[in-house]
T-cell receptor, first 114, second 112 residues
Framework: DGGITQSPKYLFRKEGQNVTLSCEQN?????MYWYRQDPGQGLRLIYY???????QKGDIAEGYSVSREKKESFPLTVTSAQKNPTAFYLC?????????????FGPGTRLTVT | GDSVTQMEGPVTLSEEAFLTINCTYT??????LFWYVQYPGEGLQLLLK???ADDKGSNKGFEATYRKETTSFHLEKGSVQVSDSAVYFC???????????WGAGTKLIIKP
């Protein structure tokens, strides 16, 4: 079955440590996205990528970094510079170029930093 | 710029009640419109979509009609179940921009 996988589902880290969240898709989608969701809140875009080796900052990129070395993979690193990293992180992907761009989401990773 | 406005939640209904969650949008072009659902602790799932004016999207008993004249895409269901309790997000995408513009989400609580 095609879809998006995120691992792990729960992640715990100590303050001051960098942590990388995994996102893999086998939908053959060109575009991939990372969102942050805080309790009871909506989605905020962190980074997005339209094509391999290219990515752009979203609305809240400070303290995060990404890479896009393969079409299928878009890992997110939460650095120690992110002041409040505890949140639910969602990865998504979509096609580009057709004019209708619904996004498909992974199950999310809940990160807790103490 | 483009924007999506949803009714504030939580919306609390009894089982078998009629549901409407309002969504209005502002867009410069002719966007595609989407409703997503998020169950507790999970990612978002596409519930339905409409790509042009007067289109009706439908899925799992939910419906929404793309109304260009009122710039609206209200979500409706005739008889809700406890299992429909979730957060519902309205979103749009312009043909010229593959990113989605999201509403704030509306939490729906269905009581037995």
């Amino acid at each position: 079955d095609g879809g998006i996988t995120q691992s792990p589902k729960y992640l715990f880290r100590k303050e001051g440590q960098n942590v990388t969240l995994s996102c893999e898709q086998n939908l053959n989608h060109d575009a991939m996205y990372w969102y942050r969701q805080d309790p009871g809140q909506g989605l905020r875009l962190i980074y997005y990528s339209q094509i391999v080796n290219d990515f752009q900052k979203g609305d809240i990129a400070e303290g995060y970094s990404v890479s896009r070395e393969k079409k299928e993979s878009f890992p997110l690193t939460v650095t120690s510079a992110q002041k409040n990293p505890t949140a639910f992180y969602l990865c998504a992907s979509s096609i580009t170029g057709t004019g209708v761009y619904e996004q498909y989401f992974g199950p999310g990773t809940r990160l807790t930093v103490t | 710029g483009d924007s999506v406005t949803q009714m504030e939640g939580p919306v609390t209904l009894s089982e078998e009640a009629f549901l409407t969650i309002n969504c209005t949008y502002t867009a410069t072009g002719y966007p595609s419109l989407f409703w997503y659902v998020q169950y507790p602790g999970e990612g978002l799932q596409l519930l339905l979509k409409a790509t042009k004016a007067d289109d009706k999207g439908s899925n799992k008993g939910f419906e929404a009609t793309y109304r260009k004249e009122t710039t609206s895409f209200h979500l409706e269901k005739g008889s809700v179940q406890v299992s429909d309790s979730a957060v519902y997000f309205c979103a749009l995408s312009e043909k010229s921009n593959y990113q989605l513009i999201w509403g704030a989400g509306t939490k729906l609580i269905i009581k037995p």
